[in-house]
Structures are given as structure tokens and as C-alpha cells.
């Protein structure tokens, strides 16, 4: 049985940093495609980064050169390190694989507020 759990989540002021994490189970993540996703009050889900099983990374456009996704095969784990934070930012993050229909972790609150 696959599952995520995303941890890191919380509340940070504009300009400050988080680093989120997803540990899987019954799945060894270097095989596969996993990405970042999020979704704010009101707004669709919006896939925030992505890493390939080779390694490469996507990102959209709002968060390029501020976020970085990367991927511990040792610990089973994909992270998200989140710099320099806007209110914007503010959303709950989802952790995804893309193994048959996909699995998505529950989720973690990040909230960008003064």
C-alpha cells in the first residue's frame, strides 16, 4: 500500500524560509515521477515542482529560483525547500507520485502571514 506523508508545514513570516518533506511507503520513490502541489483558499490545485526518476526538475513559474525540490533515496524521502516566502505562497502543499492513477499524501498547512 502506497502512502505520503508530508511534514514541515507552518506558519512563517514573508521572506522566511521552509523546507517541507513527503516520506513514502510501499514505494521506492527513485523509481518514479513525484512532484509538489498545491492549493490555496478558493483556487484549483496547482502543481508547484517535480522531479523525474533521472532526476530532473520542473518548476512553475512563481516559484522558480525560490523553491527547490530534491530527493533522498536513501531516507525514501522528497523534499521542498521554500525560500524567500510571500503571503501567495500561503496554501496547503501535497506530495504526488505518479505510479498507475497516482497517490497524494493528505497534506501540510503552509501559511505566509506577518
Known amino acids: 500500500q502506497v502512502q505520503l506523508v508530508e511534514s514541515g508545514g507552518g506558519l512563517v513570516q514573508p521572506g522566511g524560509s521552509l523546507r517541507l518533506s513527503c516520506a513514502a511507503s510501499g514505494i521506492t520513490i527513485s523509481t518514479w515521477f513525484m512532484g509538489w502541489y498545491r492549493q490555496a483558499p478558493g483556487k484549483e490545485r496547482e502543481r508547484v515542482a517535480t522531479i523525474s526518476s533521472g532526476g530532473g526538475t520542473t518548476y512553475t513559474n512563481s516559484v522558480k529560483g525560490r523553491f527547490t525540490i530534491s530527493r533522498d533515496n536513501a531516507k525514501n524521502t522528497v523534499s521542498l525547500q521554500m525560500n524567500s516566502l510571500k503571503p501567495e505562497d500561503t496554501a496547503v502543499y501535497y506530495c504526488?507520485?505518479?505510479?498507475?492513477?497516482?497517490?497524494w499524501g493528505k497534506g501540510t498547512l503552509v501559511t505566509v502571514s506577518l
Open positions: 504526488y507520485v505518479q505510479r498507475g492513477s497516482g497517490y
